[in-house]
């Protein structure tokens, strides 16, 4: 059975305590990771707003996002020690564990993300083997637009110049886009 099952989404809102308990895990998760392979690390998830964080849309996103990533991995031929998703009440999360410089990964990552029609809605954090993370500033890039307009991000995100129906409402726009083309 397919664990990212969009039937199998806990669908249900997120207390800020939970949101910030499953930021440790992941951070411990990748801690363990980083520690038995010792090697650089792709964290994937998603941007998710509002208080669900796993539901059937976010479930098919992440799941071509997922998918995407593994068909670089394999047409680049990467050497991956260890790839697993973990699909969580407050979102789906991936890692893998690539042998590979973190540059190199996150040039990589980013590229896909800017090809994907979809990679603006995907956090791609990659870490190298001491556990720092590589920020689009290190690579020269600047901060993420906003979904709905052109102002950065995180402004938006302040101000809550958007409501959540909105920018739910574009992220199924966005998925409906792709998956009509094939
Ligand atoms: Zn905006």
């Known amino acids: 059975m397919n664990i990212l099952s969009p039937a199998l989404a806990a669908n249900r809102p997120i207390?800020?305590?939970?949101?910030?308990?499953?930021?440790e895990s992941r951070q411990h998760r990748q801690q363990a990771w980083l520690a038995r392979h010792q090697v650089s690390l792709i964290s994937l998830t998603l941007v998710a707003p509002g208080a669900v964080k796993d539901n059937p849309l976010?479930?098919?996103?992440?799941?071509l996002a997922w998918q995407a990533i593994m068909t670089l991995?394999?047409?680049q031929h990467w050497p991956v020690l260890q790839q697993e998703v973990f699909p969580l009440p407050t979102g789906c999360e991936g890692l893998i564990a690539v042998d590979l410089p973190a540059e190199q990964v996150k040039d990589a990552a980013l590229l896909l993300e800017l090809k994907h029609p979809q990679g603006r809605l995907w956090d791609i954090d990659v870490l190298d083997a001491s556990g720092q993370i590589l920020s689009r500033s290190d690579v020269g890039l600047p901060p993420r637009r906003c979904l709905l307009c052109h102002r950065p991000a995180n402004v938006c995100g302040r101000a809550q110049t958007h409501s959540i129906?909105?920018?739910l409402a574009q992220m199924e726009l966005?998925?409906?886009?792709?998956?009509?083309?094939h």
Do not use: I, V
């Open 73 to 75: 991995s394999q047409q």
């Open 165 to 167: 129906d909105e920018l």
């Open 58 to 63: 976010t479930r098919k996103l992440f799941a």
């Open 174 to 181: 966005m998925l409906n886009a792709t998956t009509a083309t």
């Open 15 to 23: 207390s800020l305590p939970e949101l910030l308990t499953s930021r």
